[in-house]
């Protein structure tokens, strides 16, 4: 490999592991959102949608999931708005400046 080509692998490898730890700083709002139990509406109306739609079950568990992360980014945006807790908790930028002075 010339030394040009390991430069570039190089500097790939540090950008790639750059951007894995920016992600992991920029996803903890929405893990600490993620792991505030609900009451799973979303959920449970998908499994009930499929009752009518008969979409195969890995599908219809993919559709959940997205309905859910949709929904848990909606509470994001919305914490950041209304200043309040929900479900009891901090709203997300309460936490993250919590979260940050320790």
Not at 45 to 60: E, G, M, Q, R
Not at 61 to 79: C, F, K, R, T
Request: hydrophobic residues 40%.
């Amino acid at each position: 490999m010339a030394s040009g080509e390991a430069n570039d692998a190089n500097q790939f490898e540090n950008f790639s592991n750059s951007k894995s730890a920016i992600d992991k700083i920029l996803l903890q709002p929405f893990n600490y959102i993620e792991q505030v139990p609900g009451k799973q509406i979303r959920t449970k109306l998908t499994k009930a949608f499929n009752y009518w739609l008969n979409i195969p079950l890995d599908k219809c568990n993919e559709i959940g999931e997205i309905v859910q992360m949709l929904h848990n980014a909606s509470l994001l945006i919305d914490d950041i708005e209304d200043n309040y807790k929900k479900r009891g908790v901090l709203a997300i930028y309460l936490w993250v400046e919590s979260y940050s002075a320790n």
